[in-house]
């Protein structure tokens, strides 16, 4: 297989309703991830930052010995090395959560996207998606962990109702909301040409997937796809805080 690069870039708006941003995002290297945080008094934002940050120091180069709380031992790679970096990140937020009355309850949703050599692995909790379009075809990667998908797998919701279905930002599953979670992950072999999109339901609740995929379609850099997709949003509305990152991969050296 030839070398395939993969370039990433991300975006965050709080949009024209809220009055702060409780979304947070990471690009570092091949690690991508997406933390939708909730809970007053800005307790969301709290959390989904101990997100961002629990996932990056687990998943930066380590220079010298490895700490022994970065450390997975020889049996635990790939998939399972994602998810259990989940279940770290949603500790670490429960427990800080626990340590400061203002924060009680706070938790967030969270999707991640981390190249290991050949392979992509994927991890999420909560409603934030991820999206490939691979040639020209749009496919959602994740499932909401929501009652609204819950009530669709069911039968009782038809996918056509979504919007007028009343609770459907009750989400059922989200870290920091009990001391252990259940990370939903899977993998993909690297393709290049693919796109990939993390993002919020500040995005997704707003846009169709006609509009998403066109312009992951477009040719356009991570970063330009980024900025029409938040500003698509903002247009629609902007009701919510909205975050989107954006990867492509390429021929080219990783």
Not at 75 to 102: C, K, M, T, W, Y
Not at 136 to 162: I, M
């Amino acid at each position: 297989m030839k070398p395939v690069a993969l370039r990433a870039a991300g975006l965050t708006d709080t949009g024209s309703v809220r009055e702060h941003n409780e979304d947070a995002f990471l690009v570092a290297g091949n690690l991508l991830v997406v933390a939708d945080g909730m809970g007053g008094h800005r307790a969301g934002e709290v959390a989904a930052r101990i997100c961002v940050e629990e996932l990056g120091a687990l998943f930066e180069p380590a220079e010298g010995p490895r700490p022994w709380w970065r450390f997975w031992g020889p049996g635990l790679g790939g998939q399972a090395r994602l998810a259990d970096a989940l279940r770290r990140a949603n500790r670490a937020i429960f427990d800080a959560s626990r340590g400061a009355p203002e924060h009680q309850g706070m938790g967030t949703t969270v999707v991640a996207l981390w190249r290991d050599g050949p392979t992509l692995h994927y991890a999420h909790v909560g409603d934030s998606r991820l999206y490939r379009l691979r040639d020209g075809t749009l496919t959602q990667l994740t499932a909401d962990h929501s009652l609204l998908e819950r009530c669709k797998r069911a039968g009782l919701v038809d996918a056509a109702d979504d919007a007028d279905f009343p609770y459907k930002n009750v989400i059922v599953r989200a870290l920091g909301l009990q001391p252990g979670v259940i990370v939903d992950a899977a993998s993909t072999p690297v393709a290049p040409g693919d796109r990939y999109l993390l993002c919020s339901d500040g995005l997704t609740d707003l846009l169709d997937g006609r509009t998403i995929q066109a312009r992951l379609a477009a040719d356009a850099s991570p970063s330009e796809v980024a900025l029409g997709l938040v500003q698509d949003a903002l247009e629609a509305g902007g009701v919510d805080n909205v975050t989107v990152v954006v990867a492509h991969l390429e021929p080219g050296e990783p």
